[in-house]
T-cell receptor, first 112, second 112 residues
């Protein structure tokens, strides 16, 4: 079946540091890949997505590239801010079906 | 508000009791989803409605769980004979397919 493995947290960084959160997946076929973010006290929000190999999703300074050869979709940001503190979830769905399979989430804390 | 609304935000019940969790989707969204998030885990798919009908209920763990969406808008997740293992945050999302899912803040269920 489908599965997502993401970097265990928590991750603590200083403001302006570089961020990487690793995500690898197992799936049949060609899934769509997503990063969701959950800010304190809020619902899950879509951060970015990629629907085919070598696509790069980007939003709010975050980027992730769909790497089929390594079955990975690592999240990166060049300079984090305190406001990026949240839980980040990697997820996949088969084709256009929005039946999402999530990773366990990674808590990011950014200190001033 | 304009987002997905879930009630109650917190529910504490005793083992063996019946509970209902309500979801008000974004107006006009035809698709509605329920997910369950246990402590330390990512959300897990339960059921997907397109309009009034359950298009995919393969994630419901057993026959104690049931969900309805009688008029194609509000949905209720019903859990009979609750067990301690049912304790989790129950998330609802809606979408205007093939658009992104918008999640509510969730209903936290605690079974004593």
């Amino acid at each position: 079946g489908n599965s997502v493995t993401q970097m265990e947290g928590p991750v603590t960084l200083s403001e302006e540091a570089f961020l990487t959160i690793n995500c690898t997946y197992t799936a049949t076929g060609y899934p769509s890949l997503f990063w969701y973010v959950q800010y304190p006290g809020e619902g899950l929000q879509l951060l970015l997505k990629a629907t085919k190999a070598d696509d790069k999703g980007s939003n709010k300074g975050f980027e992730a590239t769909y790497r089929k050869e390594t079955t990975s979709f690592h999240l990166e940001k060049g300079s984090v801010q305190v406001s990026d503190s949240a839980v980040y979830f990697c997820a996949l769905s088969p084709g256009s079906n929005y039946k999402l399979t999530f990773g366990k989430g990674t808590l990011l804390t950014v200190n001033p | 508000g304009a987002g997905v609304s879930q009630t109650p935000s917190n529910k504490v019940t005793e083992k063996g009791k019946y509970v209902e969790l309500r979801c008000d989707p974004i107006s006009g969204h035809t698709a509605l989803y329920w997910y369950r998030q246990s402590l330390g885990q990512g959300p897990e798919f339960l059921i997907y409605f397109q309009g009034t009908g359950a298009a995919d209920d393969s994630g419901l763990p057993n026959d104690r769980f049931f969900a309805v969406r009688p008029e194609g808008s509000v949905s209720t997740l019903k859990i009979q004979r609750t067990e301690r293992g049912d304790s989790a945050v129950y998330l609802c999302a809606s979408s205007d397919p093939p658009g992104e899912l918008f999640f509510g803040e969730g209903s936290r269920l605690t079974v004593l």
